[in-house]
């Protein structure tokens, strides 16, 4: 349960109300059009709620990476048509314009600040730059999962400014990941796949502690294979990790933890789509192939294990899903998770790309919109973003 105050637990009506979405969307490189609004969307029941109890409303948000200077001039298009109403985009936050904009707004008005990364001060946590967002308001409402992990002038620094609570999205992320990773229905499984070792460590470990089966895939796997003395071929591989591996290892079956790994996987000489595959079995790896998908015996063995869970968490493709030929496994996890009565969480950037490239969003209890905070979320990490905001 999340112990923080909501919108719900404040009086916004004719407040000048400063929220924190999560706007960082997808934008295709050549275009620059959103190429997946699932974050504008997941933002509109605290904004709608803002309008219809008489808040003015101050949006504001990151997009990319500092120093890329992209502009929400299009989230602040595709969020007019989505509220049906005019949002105004403000490019500066320090020019006078702007302040008159934000004095003479009026109930159920929107605005949108410029991308809060064209400064450095955003991500240096900057007071000053904080101090001036705050100014513009009398309540601060975090509803930015995506950027809770981070504490940056508009996440954490504001909050030093202003009365904060936080809005629906980050209530229901906090109650979903809460509820499936603290107090969940059993057997809990988790699947933890991805690219490296050494990313996921803290949330093998934690988890560890939590679950009856932890299930291993992706290129991970074969740290874990080497460790036990298997053949990997050139499959990507930690050297430095085999330790750590061997460790996670010995502490699942100190707890008592069923530990899956692969039993065969699909191999290639080379990572491309034109690639000859094979079928072998995980530790058998000839030395010029390697490991990009987990095989037929491995799908049938997870897909065993998550029919009879009571709730599957999910953070890590279990092979290489950008490429089709390597997308199986990962489609038939999703797809056994998608059917599955389990109280299904899938937490995880790539991982939450996956299930919506497969078009299996809608039957997963939760998909998180944050890949950074749900994975520290998931590692058992407090989130700055959101550890700032009053208590209920
Ligand atoms: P998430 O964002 O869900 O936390 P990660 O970032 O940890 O997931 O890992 C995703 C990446 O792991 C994907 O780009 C995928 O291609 C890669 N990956 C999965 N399996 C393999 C493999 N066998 N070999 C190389 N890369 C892999
Ligand atoms: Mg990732």
């Not at 605290?46 to 990319?64: D, F, M, P, Q, R």
């Not at 939760?366 to 550890?387: C, D, Q, Y």
Request: charged share 30%.
């Amino acid at each position: 349960m999340i112990n923080k105050k909501s919108v719900e637990d404040i009086d916004v009506k004719s407040k000048r109300v400063l929220v924190r979405c999560d706007f960082n969307v997808p934008l295709d490189k050549e275009t620059g059009e959103i190429t997946s609004d699932k974050r504008i969307v997941e933002s509109l029941k605290t904004i709608n709620y803002l309008i219809e109890n008489g808040a003015k409303v101050i949006l504001c948000s990151h997009i990319g990476k500092t120093g890329k200077n992209i502009s929400l001039d299009k989230v602040a298009k595709r969020l007019e048509e989505l509220l049906s109403r005019k949002v105004i985009f403000l490019k500066d936050i320090y020019s006078s314009e702007t302040q008159k904009v934000i004095d003479n707004l009026k109930e159920g008005e929107v605005v949108l600040l410029e991308n809060t990364r064209m400064t450095e001060k955003e991500e240096a946590n900057d007071m000053e730059f904080a101090k001036k967002l705050a100014s513009f308001a009398e309540v601060f409402v975090n509803d930015a999962f995506g950027s809770a992990h981070r504490a940056h002038a508009s996440t954490e620094g504001v909050t030093h400014f202003l009365p904060s609570v936080c809005g629906f999205l980050i209530e229901k992320e906090i109650e979903a990941l809460d509820k499936g990773i603290n107090d969940p229905k059993r057997p809990l499984v988790a699947v933890i796949g991805g690219a490296k070792v050494s990313s996921k460590i803290s949330v093998l470990t934690n988890l560890l502690d939590k679950v009856d089966t932890m299930i291993i895939g992706g290129a991970m796997t074969y740290t874990f294979i080497k460790a036990q003395g298997g053949k990997i071929g050139k499959s990507l591989c930690e050297d430095d990790k085999l330790d750590v591996a061997a460790d996670i290892l010995k502490k699942a079956l100190d707890k008592g933890v069923r530990f899956l790994l692969p039993v065969d996987n699909v191999i290639a000489q080379e990572m491309s789509e034109d690639a000859k595959t094979r079928i072998c079995a995980v530790d058998e790896i000839p030395d010029d192939y390697m490991g990009l998908d987990i095989g037929p015996k491995s799908i049938e063995l997870f897909k065993g294990e998550i029919e009879m869970a009571g709730t599957v968490v999910w953070n890590g493709p279990v092979g290489v899903f950008e490429y089709e030929k390597f997308a199986n496994g990962t489609k038939e996890i999703a797809l056994a998770m998608a059917n599955s009565k389990a109280v299904t969480i899938i937490g995880g950037g790539d991982s939450a790309a996956a299930v919506e490239k497969f078009g299996l969003e809608d039957k997963m209890y939760h998909v998180s919109t944050g890949g950074g905070a749900s994975l520290e979320f998931m590692e058992g990490k407090k989130l700055p973003g959101i550890e700032a905001l009053q208590d209920k």
